[in-house]
């Protein structure tokens, strides 16, 4: 299909290009220390939620204006998340699992900026991301509860003869959690953004333009729900798998 | 939720067909996400980012965001208890003034009940002292009505004989004065 509209109105797709990782300064090549395009969108996430939780509450106002307000809001939301979801000793990690939301949901709004670049659709980042949860969860269940952890994946209220076959689902379902974790947030990212781009370049085509910029504005709309939404899944389901570590035995 | 991560799936799966055709015409490496090259790159700027934002809300931004809605709550707790008090004074002051005013009306009643029993006294005493005056106004109009009466039964007698001592003249009969006097006399008491 690409092929065809290519060769018919000199239409080239690139809908992947935006992903690339390229250095900020020269074409060298990119070492693990160079500062690359993700430093650029890493430090202006981490700069526009300081912006909005730091700047934001410098007054501390006991009524409080727009920015402060946000900032209020996005932490009262987090706050309750982990007390509904991981209980109050859930709350010793609340700091964590801020940082995780702010990050993900800033990283994916910033990525939907026309030019952007979205860390959070690379499979290396999300990788890590997840991977930090599925360890300090592992560790923490370890730490908190010794052995019993494992009691997690014996299903005692099953039959006995069902439960070594539920037990391995069990096992295989734990150690999957972050390897879904991490890809959804990035296949969603990566699939919206390049869908966006697809839509973008056919608006090349006079004939199909309107068409295009109606898919890209709708698109982008979706996007704006998913950004959230993936942020906020990201974040219950760290939430759900620290209270497994906290209180293994539903 | 699920609906839209389900559509979400369905347009990797577009975007997915759209890299496979595009990948043929511009000669690009696949997908970047899986340049593994390019990974110690973006997992240490990825720590170091990490790092830094958590170092920030958990030094700077949580604690403070959590002193704001402490001191909130604080503020809101001593505005509910001040206006509880202050509801308390105001009840306070109310019975206080009902009692004021109770004490008002018994005061105003009892200095009425007073005022009316004292001018009942004196009222009892003026009409007793007016009731004495017509009393002795009274008797003095009896005697003098008295004297008046006696003082005119004695002129009748006296005009009564000039009267009769006159007639018995004009009727060329000359009499006694003394038996004109026996006439008249024995005629007013007959």
Known sequence: MATEQASEGGLVFHPMDQFIVSPLFGDGAVHWYTPTNVTLWLALTVAAIAALLVLGTKQGRVVPGKTQSIAELAYGFVYK???DVSGRDGLKYFPYIMTLFMFILFANFLGLLPMAFTTTSHIA???????AVFLAVTILGFVLNGASFLGMFWVKSAPLALRPVLALIEVISYFVRP???????AGNMTAGHAVIKVFAAFAGLAALSPLAILGVVAMYGLEILVCFIQAYVFTILTCVYLKDALHPHH | M????????????????????GSAATQSAGMPQLEFAHFPNQIFWLVIALGALYYILSRVALPRIASILADRQGRIMDDIAA???????AEEAETAYQKALADARAESNRIIAEARAEVQVELD?????ADAEIAAKAAESERSINEIRAGAIDSIEAVAKDTAGAIVAAFGTGADDAVVADAVNARLKG
């Open chain 2, 83 to 89: 206006a509880e008090q202050l509801k308390l004074k």
């Open chain 2, 2 to 21: 699920a609906e839209t991560t389900h559509a979400a799936a369905g347009t990797a799966h577009s975007a997915a067909d759209a890299v496979a055709h």
């Open chain 1, 125 to 131: 980042v999300t990788a890590i991301l997840a991977m």
């Open chain 1, 81 to 83: 998340m982990v007390e």
């Open chain 1, 179 to 185: 390897v879904s974790h991490s890809i959804r947030l």
């Open chain 2, 125 to 129: 005493a003026a009409i007793a002292k």
